[in-house]
């Protein structure tokens, strides 16, 4: 299961990137929402229950799951590279992320996060101590996809992929996806919901969402795809 990044190139056209078009939203009604005010909060300092270090993803511990033992821990560019360039340069990874290529393509792509604002942290994810999957953790009312639909203050974004081949396929993305949100709404009381933006031709993804307990919110039309707006509400929203 793939996801794609929050953060791309901002040159290189993909969702976020300069001279965006304007994004319109199909079928399913949107809840109110409306613009975040300019608050430059971040995603692991502002404080108690809203982001603070004890309450970013390497503070939250490891979580029990049917899988075994899953925790997320901070990107480490010297250690990490390597594999992680391998899981981008994967097909199937390529086709959604667009990062293949050299270790350069992935480490730029690391740091742009790591040396940014904080917004989004960019995680390994350990199944019982073993790497097999990369997440970032997101802002997504400070980050570019607020512009596209209504963001609340505090929404917070999830991008993934499966890292080895073996680990797709059987329900894991939906597994890890469940223990991660329901701790992430637990730690981040401030949080409402969290979001995902998918691409609708990345059926996987979107089904492994939808069995985590997330509905389709929207379908939006962003420059390099279109886009299943996945939410999954604290409080269940009505059918």
């Known amino acids: 299961m793939q996801g794609q ?131 970032e953790v997101y802002r997504a009312d400070l980050d570019p996809l607020a512009a596209h639909y209504p963001a609340r203050p505090h929404d917070t974004g999830l991008h993934l992929l499966l890292g080895p081949a073996a680990s797709r396929g059987r329900g894991l993305g939906t597994t890890l996806l469940t223990a991660l949100t329901d701790r992430l709404l637990r730690e981040r009381p401030h949080c409402e919901r969290v979001v995902a933006e998918p691409d609708v031709r990345n059926r996987r993804s979107v089904r492994a969402f939808r069995r985590a307990g997330f509905r389709l919110a929207a379908e939006l039309d962003l420059p390099d795809k279109r886009a299943a707006l996945m939410v999954r509400d604290r409080i269940p929203h009505p059918a």
């Open 5 to 135: 990044s929050a953060h791309p190139d901002p040159g290189s056209g993909r969702a976020g990137g300069a001279g965006r078009h304007p994004v319109c939203l199909h079928r399913v009604a949107q809840p109110g929402g409306g613009r975040v005010s300019g608050s430059v909060d971040r995603l692991l300092d502002v404080g108690p229950g809203a982001g603070g270090p004890a309450d970013g993803p390497a503070g939250w511990g490891a979580m029990a799951t049917a899988a075994g033992e899953f925790r997320l821990r901070p990107v480490r560019i010297l250690a990490d590279l390597g594999l992680l360039t391998r899981w981008m340069n994967d097909p199937e990874v390529a086709e959604f992320w667009e990062l293949a290529g050299p270790s350069a393509v992935t480490e730029q792509h690391l740091r742009h996060q790591l040396d940014g604002d904080g917004r989004s942290l960019p995680c390994l994810g350990l199944l019982d101590d073993t790497p097999m999957s990369y997440w």
